[in-house]
């Protein structure tokens, strides 16, 4: 706004309802013994994509949850 207040979505009394902030773990990957054969590495390689995939996975189910509750709450508001 211009005058430098902020607007507000809710009303002043409407109870806000977020989601508390959980910290995932980092994606971890193990390190590989230097000389280990090039089977091991691709296997090492493989793995932390997977888990990198299903960590984006559930990124993103989370994203599209939290955007349905919004639309719900944007529609009984309409």
């Known amino acids: 706004p ?10 002043e009394d409407d109870e806000q309802v977020h989601e508390p902030y959980i910290p995932s773990d980092p994606l971890v990957i193990p390190s590989v013994q230097p000389g280990a054969p090039m089977e091991t590495i691709m296997a090492a390689l ?8 299903d960590f984006i996975l559930e990124q993103n189910q989370r994203i599209m949850a939290q955007n349905q509750r919004l639309a719900a709450v944007e529609e009984s508001r309409a």
């Open 2 to 11: 211009e005058d430098g207040a902020f607007a507000s979505v809710t009303g």
């Open 46 to 53: 493989v793995n932390a994509i997977n888990r990198q995939g």
